[in-house]
């Protein structure tokens, strides 16, 4: 058979080799295989015979001979200028198990982000699984009547097919439906685009026979200049807005009355003088302050709607100093120094009456 006792058993047995064993699509390397010989095929692929550019059948896993009667796709293959002992036809071997761990991504485009209204670039990056479905449309329709040497071009459609879809999807999203960019890029929709990408991937490639069985992740982000930007953009969008709302206004009437309370502690032990004029009109400014938002919690029933905030009195002057009754005077008959009234304490003689005062009345 052929010359030499190797090549007949390596006719006789047909199988793909362990250095094929990771190609999704192997070819049998002669054209002419002799007739009788076995074909094994592992559980996880088929062999596909095509004659002329035709699919003329498969064979599905297990062993077989080449026996003619046995296969009916064999009928009218063998050669007869070789007394029937050669069979006419190209065999092929197609995996079907699942091929993990292969790596898509790309540009994503530029997208209008809808909170910031500015346009930012994506890219994408991820990892999928796929699979032969039907190995007779791969084997036309794809690669037709040639011997790859490796997966890279069923990887390409595939991966190109992804990001087509994907890109379709998330940017309807955005547009449609507002999600916003950061949340787009932090992977709080992953598991929804993902349901809906896998189907519609699935749907187009149909044609080749092939299918993604599952997106093992991926992940959206911003191109990094852009990222920059964006965040600056919602970081003064959400100042803006505290700065305009109720909590903020409530915040900045607390942190008066905390100012108007150390004011007051700090004021307490110094002395008179103007230096407490500021003080006292900070504990003022502070109690006007208290005096509103305690308003505020009572629903208005302390000042009532549209009252002032009560105004601190001002301090009442001192009383001015009387003049003491008991002043002394001298007596002008022994000279005596005496407490003022009618007569002299010392001798008896009758005193004068204190300058400025009435003369009593006879």
């Known amino acids: 058979m052929d010359g030499t006792k190797g090549q007949a058993i390596e006719y006789q047995f047909i199988a793909r080799p362990d250095s094929a064993k990771e ?21 996880d692929e088929q062999a596909l015979f095509v004659d002329k550019g035709e699919l003329a059948g498969y064979l599905p896993q297990g062993q077989h001979r080449l026996d003619g009667p046995g296969i009916p796709l064999l009928q009218g293959k063998i050669d007869e200028f070789t007394g029937g002992k050669v069979l006419l036809g190209e065999l092929y071997f197609v995996s079907t198990r699942e091929f993990a761990n292969r790596s898509f991504g790309g540009s994503m485009g530029q997208i209008n982000d809808p909170d910031s209204e500015m346009m930012v670039g994506m890219q994408v990056l991820g990892d999928y699984a796929f699979r032969a479905t039907d190995p007779g449309k791969l084997l036309l329709q794809l690669l037709g009547t040639r011997r790859p040497l490796d997966n890279i071009e069923v990887q390409t459609l595939i991966s190109g097919h992804l990001l087509f879809v994907l890109r379709s999807l998330v940017n ?14 932090s992977g709080a929709h992953n598991l929804a685009i993902e349901q809906k990408l896998v189907p519609a991937v699935n749907e187009r490639l149909a044609d080749y026979g092939l299918e993604v069985t599952r ?4 992940n959206l982000s911003i191109d990094r200049a852009d990222a920059v930007q964006l965040k600056e953009l919602y970081q003064r969008k959400a100042r803006t807005k505290l700065a305009e709302g109720d909590a903020y206004q409530r915040m900045a009437e607390a942190e008066a009355m905390l100012g108007a309370a150390e004011g007051l502690k700090n004021s307490g032990g110094t002395g008179g003088g103007m230096g407490n004029v500021a003080d006292f009109a900070g504990i003022g400014i502070g109690l006007g302050v208290g005096m509103k938002v305690a308003d505020k919690m009572t629903g208005g029933k302390l000042l009532g709607d549209g009252a002032p905030a ?28 005496v407490h003022a009234g009618a007569f002299c ?7 004068s009456p204190p300058a400025g005062s009435a003369p009593e009345a006879g």
Do not use: H, M, R
């Open 215 to 218: 997106i093992q992740d991926f």
């Open 172 to 185: 309807l999203q955005i547009t449609e439906n507002e999600w916003p960019v950061l949340k787009v890029t």
């Open 345 to 351: 304490s010392a001798c008896g003689a009758p005193l």
């Open 310 to 337: 009560p105004q601190l009195a001002t301090p009442a002057p001192a009383p001015a100093t009387q003049p003491a009754s008991d002043a002394l005077v001298s007596c002008p008959a022994c000279g005596a120094s």
């Open 23 to 43: 190609l999704l699509f192997y070819k049998w390397p002669d054209t002419k295989i002799k007739f009788l010989s076995v074909v094994t095929v592992q559980p």
